[in-house]
């Protein structure tokens, strides 16, 4: 059985950093395109960052380059997201997500190809 698990999310002050990770289970993370993705209340769920598949190329969404890093650990079968300098617009609920074909990379296409999600985890950004 597929199955993606978020933790590390939490409370933390403007500037703070925060490590998420998202641990996989049924299948093997580094055949497929995991993607990061965020939930504001009464905002649209958006693409914060994406590792491929094989080579592990990234991108990024534009309000978090230079902050947010994305790795994944093969022999933990687990892809974090390293998110420092946060901002209070940061302050969502973090979704991992994995792409639907195998040997996918993060252009092939956008959140409708992503079959396979986490129960989220809430970060909160606030003084």
């Known amino acids: 059985q597929v199955q993606l698990v978020e933790s590390g999310g939490g409370l933390v002050q403007p500037g703070g950093s925060l490590r998420l990770s998202c641990a996989a289970s049924?299948?093997?993370?580094?055949?497929?395109?995991i993607g990061w993705f965020r939930q504001a209340p009464g905002k649209e769920r958006e693409g914060v960052s994406c590792?491929?598949?094989?080579?592990?190329?990234?991108i990024y969404a534009d309000s978090v380059k230079g902050r947010f890093t994305i790795s994944r650990d093969n022999a933990k079968n687990t892809v974090y997201l390293q998110m420092n300098s946060l901002k209070p617009e940061d302050t969502a609920v973090y979704y991992c997500?994995?792409?639907?074909?195998?040997?996918?990379?993060?252009?092939?296409?956008?959140?409708?190809?992503?079959?396979?999600w986490g129960q989220g985890t809430q970060v909160t950004v606030s003084s």
């Open positions: 997500a994995s792409h639907y074909r195998y040997g996918s990379s993060c252009s092939d296409g956008g959140i409708d190809e992503y079959d396979s």
């Open positions: 590792i491929s598949s094989g080579d592990g190329s990234t």
């Open positions: 049924g299948f093997t993370l580094d055949y497929y395109a």
